[in-house]
Each structure stands twice: as C-alpha cells, then as structure tokens.
C-alpha cells in the first residue's frame, strides 16, 4: 500500500503536481478561514452595534417606566388628601373613597400600572382597587417592598419581577415601587405607597427582535439575581446556564461576552440599576457563505487542473531534453562518436549537454591519436620491411660489376651500373610508398637487366603491360620480389632456358600485375601456407619472406581485400599476381 | 502520473475542499437541518387558555424557536375526548411529518394508532403520559410514581404532626382509571403514605362535579382525616367539597397541578401541598430529544422532568413562582 502510494510521487510530474495542489489547498483553506473570521467580525460588529441601539432603547423604556412610577408616587405622597388621611389616627370612610377614587384615576389613565396602594404602618390600607380587601392570608407588611422602604426610605424601592399577591386569588405578575409615606410637617413615616406595574410591559420590550440566529432578553437586578428570564423554569432547573457573574462585571462599553457558543450584550438601566441582556447563538450568520464556499471551491477546481496542465508542461520541459541527450548517449553505445548535442533547454541541462559534448569531443581525439599512434608504427614497420628486400642483392650485382670490369667488358659495366643506378632511384623515390605503375615496371625491368647480364642469358623475359594503367598508382618494390623468386626458385636451376613474363591488365575494380614463369613452379598449397598469417619464416626459404613481404606491404596499405594469389595455368605456368585497386581507393588517413 | 489522473484528482481534491468549507459551519448546518424537518403534536387537549397544555406549548415553541424546525399543534378540547385524539392521531399520520410527540389520553386506546404510525415510518416520542407499547422512541414526563411519593410523604409528615391520636383514614381522589399519570401517581402515594392507613381510591373521570359530589358524599359516609387529590379537576373538586362543608384547614389535603384556584387554596391554607409539574420543561426537552433523534443522536428512553413540593411557605419564591404562575401570553 505504501509502495503503492510511493508509486504516485515516483515521477517529476505527479510531485509536482501534488506539491501545488497541497499548496494551493492549504491557500485557499486559510484564506477561506481569514475571510471567513474578517468577514464574520465585522459583521458581528454591525449587528452587536445594532443590537446595542435596541438594547439601550429597551433601558430607556425601563427607565422611563421607572420615573413614571416614581412620578406617580410622589404626586401621590404630596397630595393633601393622602397626608390628611394618613395624619389622623381614626378612619375617615369619606376620604378613605375619595382617595381610593383618586388612585384608581391614576389606573383608568395609565394602563401598564395594575395598582396603587397605600399601607399605614399599624392597621390601615386603601387601594386602587377599592372594593377588594387586602389579602388577609399575607403579612403584606413583611415583604419586601414594605420593609425595604422602611428601612431606606432615601431611593425608592424597585423589586424583581414577581407574583403580586395583595389580593387573594389574584396574582398578577408585576415590578413593584415603593416609597415611604412622611408626613409633611413633622417628617415621620407614616407607611408606604406601593405602585405595581404590570410587567408584560417590560415583558413585550424584551421580546426578541431577531428570530434567526435566535437571540432573547433577560435582565438581572444589580444583586446578580434574575429580575426576568424568558426561559425562568429551564435556568432554575439548570437545563439554561447563564454566567450571572461575568455579565455582572460586563460594562455597557465593553464587547460582547462570548461563552460556550453564546454571545452576550449587556446595557445597564441606570434608575433601576437593572442589566438588561442579551444572548445571542454564535451560529455563522452569513447566509451568502455557501455561495462563497461555491465560488472557492470552483476557484479551486480550476486551480487544480491549471496546475495539473502545468505540471505535465513544467516536468516535460525538463524531462524532454533529459530523453533527447538520454538518446544521444545511446547512439554513442553504437560506436557512433560523431555527434554533438544540441539541446535547447534549461541552463542545467545545457551545462549537462555541454559537458557530453566535450567529452565526446575528448574521446573523438583519443581515438585520433590512437590511430596517428597505430599508424606510425605500421610506417615503421613497412620501412622495415623494405629494408629486408635490398642487400644481397646489392652485393651480388656489385661483385658482377667488378668482375665485369677486370675482364674488360666495359659495355656492359655501363649497362649494369646504370640499370642499378635507376634501380636505386626507383626504390628510394624520395620515401615516396606509392608511385606508378610504369614506374614500377622500370624498376623491375632494371632488376631483369642486371640479372640476365649475371646470369648470361639463362633466361629471357617480356613485359605486356596495358597502356591504361601505367599511369595506376602501385606500391614499390612490389614486382621485384616476384621477379627473383621466379629467377631463383623457377629458373635458376631450370635445364633450359627461362622465360619470365610480366604482364600488366585492368579488371572491373582492381588491377592485376602478374608474372609468369615456366620454370620449376611452386605448389599454390605451399604457397597459400606462405602467405597465411601464422607463417613463420624460416632461414631455409629466403624467397617465401620476400613473398609474405610484398603480401602483407599491399594488405596493410590498400585493405585485407588485396594482395598476392597464385595460379597454375596448362601449360604449368607458375603465375604469381599482385592485386592492387584500380581507382585512387588508398585511405586517405593512411597516406604517407 | 497515468495521463488525464490529475485531471479526476483535480475534482476529487476540489470536492473535498468543498465539503471541507462546508463543514466550516456546522453547527448551523445541523440548524438547517432541523428547519427543514416538521414534527406533529398531539396533545391531550388544547382548547383551555392557561393550562397545564398551553405552558407546554410554549416550551415547545421556545425550543422550535432556538432550533428553527416547523411545529404543528393538535388535540381534542378536553382531556376525557380519547376517540377524538385517536382520530386526530390518524390525521397526523396522514400528513407524513418527520416525527409525531403524542401524550397518550389512554394508556391501551392508543396502542394500534402507534403501531399503525410505525408501520407508516413515522417514529412516536410520547410526553406526559404514555401508551402500553415499546414502539415509541422515548418517553419525556415527570416521574409520576416520584411525584406520587413526593406527595404521599408530605402527607404523611403533615399527619404525623397533627398526632390524632388513632390511625388517620386517608382517601385518594383518581382522575382517571386508565391513564398511566394516574396510575403511577396513585403507585407513589401509596408508597409514600407506607404506615398510614389508606381507605380507598375513587375516580372523578376527569371530572370536577364528579370529584365535588364523591367527596362530600364521601365525608359524610367515612371518618377522613386527609385527602389526596391526583391532578387538577380532583384536587379542585376535593378543596372545594371540603371548604364549602367548612372542613378547610381541618383536613389537610395534598393536591396536584398549578390551576389559579389551587394557589389560593394553598395560600388559605386548605391546600396543605401541590405537587407540581414543569410543564415548560417537559415540553421544551421533548422538542429537544425529538431533534435528537432526528439528527441520528442517541436517545434516552426515558427522560424525567421532575416534580416540587409547593406549600405556603415557597409558592412565591423566585424559583418557583413562574412554575405556579406562569406568565401570559404575549400578544404576538
């Protein structure tokens, strides 16, 4: 499996395509995660501004509830029907209603306040509702609201929202204020005016105004306690936790409380000291953010098959010419050195076709210089070669000069010396290897001369050369060996006197120079064993080295295809022929 | 690389960047979800304006509003109407919703509706009170044989310090024989009146006349030093027969439910307790585990509510007082 998954990366084309699209997801992922959080910001930002506007509106509607109530209260605590009432000890019934009448007007104006009422400190009550007496199963004069304005009588007292049970059987759900109710002139408490104000009111402000994400309202009193909770019942049996304590430390200025999921706002009314929240679900808010995720992922789609086409461009453009010198390299497997690369491609590769190329180049000269190396040595070895022909020779025909001239022949002392004298030229021409073919046949003939004269005509010769290829190019010394092996091997012992023709004809492709001699003859086994490259020449058969000489001297110089043959005609003719190429075929390297 | 692979990987990577990007937001997709589901509510009745029904509607509404699913509310007027709510049951059935919560008026009548829901593909999650069947998926409710304890204990302690003298004959007022709160409210207060003697139970069949007419006729036959009353109409019918014979205070009486009249009787005092449900809770929870379930969650078959023993002493504290008043509605 892992080799498997290894397998993907194995090429330069599938790494980089991988290696991109890595990048490019982990690009668009955390742009997508930065635009994602900027975008979710600064939306939040304008709605928990919007949501602080609405806050702060629905604490101005406390607020003014609050001072209402409060202005309501004090009209009442100045009126002189109430202090009256209140100064005597005894019960007035008449201004008992009268009051009654005047707080229920109070009620008939003002819908959001469900009662007034006024508690003497000992035994007397009047309420708005003056035909409901007081509930007589509650010690009205222990709550809260009594006592608190006793006891402070400097702020009024405001309570939580709570189930007003000042009559029996009726519990309406309220916020209650409370003042204490001194007398003008001495300035002792006389009891307490309660103003109860239906909280529905302070209910409907905090009806959520967003239904998606869900948000809702609820208000703490300044103790941390809850003054309403839309959700009372799931918060005191601790299904909804509210962190109570860090709102209680969130200041109006400050940014929204996120907990758990949940984003608070907080205002704080500043009359009744209440902090009115608000909670929001953390959901993402953004309802275009699937259309966003749309659009990115097709950016993405795209991305991905750009950079697959560019993957497959970029690793072609460097593998390519990779495969292109790869190949040269492998023709060069085929003993072919005679090529350059040229590659047009990146810098390193170039410096890589260019260093094959020198080397190329290095190993061409190499190859050069081995065969200069080769070649001078078969020089040496051909001058060597040719020096074995001469000495003997050269001797005898010296000795016969001498001879010749004690006897007085002085004819032909001329005719001898001359003949060497061209026979030398001819063999040393210059160093020349090659020279023509008439040349040739005047070496040979010189040679013929000056061995008749020494052997006194035991033999007679003929040379029949086609007027066409005189002017060929042929090796030196090349009949002259021929010439005296037929002299010495065919004729010399021969009972009757020698004939030794040389004759000279062009082929389709070579040219033929031959000499013919009807003297004793050679066996072309014999022969054919002289001339093969195992021979080892012996001192016993001098005329066999000259032979496999003049063989091998063609071979090296024009090629394995030419060189010596030999044939028996009818008449038991020894024929011994030298295969030379016709045309100018000579290697041009080889040429000394 | 084989030619034309990146190509498929290419989409393959790009799905998966989109649904990586989609998972971003999660949790509202769980929402979306949840918007597009629709869930039936058969209730016991919903005619009655400030009942114990409407306080759980808008526990159920509460928890719709926060999820954003689509809620259907239907029922019979009255509680007693059990072939109107089969019927009714039928025609929710009908309307194929993703998931009904039924509180069963009759433990066995309702039993083939259910199965028939089932072999319709709509799952049940009961609430309240529930059906003899194990089809449904959950159950949400107060633990009646709890609250029946809760109730039979407070009696007793009530006895205990009144000291007769003689062993007190305690009467359990039913309101109804065949429905599974009753039953089990009846279980719990015999268990948690263990030692006192228990003269017998009788059912009003959720009725408040038949409850007023049994228990004066009842006080006049036997000597009965405490009552027990098992929900609402009982309660109310047993307070009423002994307050208007001039008995309240003189035998304590223990009901159940919230209804107005019961706080007053419990501030005068001829209620001695009120065990009391959260009607708002069992409501809200139970939208809640039916969200659950159809978001694949694992769910509790059984998930209980909770009871509170209410007396004079806390009927206006804080944390109780909007389970004994709950607020109005709002006008919308």
Redesign the interface.
Known sequence: MIKRILSFFSTLESRTYYVFTILILVTILSTQFISYQFTQRSLDEVTNTQKGYSMERIVYQIDSYMVTMENIAKAVIQDGRVQQYFSFTEDDPVLRSEISEYLASFLRAREDITTIALISIHNREITSSGDLTVNPYSDIRNQPWFTQAIERPEKPYISSAKVQNLFHGIYPWVVSMSMPLTDHETGTILGVLLVDLNFNRIRELCKPIIQDPPEYIFILNEHGDYVYHPKQQLVFSGIVHEPTEKIMALKDSDPPLEILGKSYIARTSLYAGWKVVCVTELYASIDQWRYIQVAYASIGLIAFIVVGLMANILSRSITHPVKKLCNIMQSVDKNNFDITAEINATEEIRQLSDSFNLMLKKIRDLIEQIHHEQESKRKSELKALQAQINPHFLYNTLDSIIWMSEMGHNEEVVLMTSALAKLFRISISRGKEVITVEEELLHVESYLTIQKMRYREHFSYSIDVEQEILKAPCMKIVLQPLVENSIYHGLKNAPYKGHISIIGRAEEHAIILSVKDNGLGMDPKIFDHLLCETYIPTNISRSGVGLRNVHERVRLYFGDAYGLRCEKNDHQETIISIVLPKADTTKEEVRV | ?KRGN??Y???I??????I???N??A??NE?EALKEKRIIVVLKSVAQPMDFWDVVKS?ME?AA??S?ITLEFTGPAHEYLVDEQIKLFYEAIEKKPDLIILASSDFERLKTPVSYAQRMDIPILTMDSSVNSTIPIGFVATDNVEAGIKAGKTLAAILDELDLGREPNVMIMSHSKGTSTAIDRETGVRIGLQGHHILGTWYCNIDYQMAYDLTVQLLEEYQIDAIVGLNEVSTLGVADAVYDLGLGRKIPIVGFDNA??E??YL???VLSAVVVQ?P??MG??SIKKAEDFLLGKEVEPFLNT?SIVITLQNM?E????????P??K??Q
């Not at chain 2, 990577?13 to 989109?18: E, F, M």
Request: hydrophobic share 40%; net charge negative; proline share 2%.
């Open positions: 690389m990146w190509f990987i290419s989409i990577t790009a799905t998966l960047l989109y990586i990007l989609l971003v937001g949790q509202r929402r526990g509460e509003r926060e954003g107005a009249r706080m007053a501030e005068s005092g959260r708002y809770n809200y929870l909770g206006f804080p944390e109780y007082q909007e389970v004994l008043f607020y109005d709002l006008s």
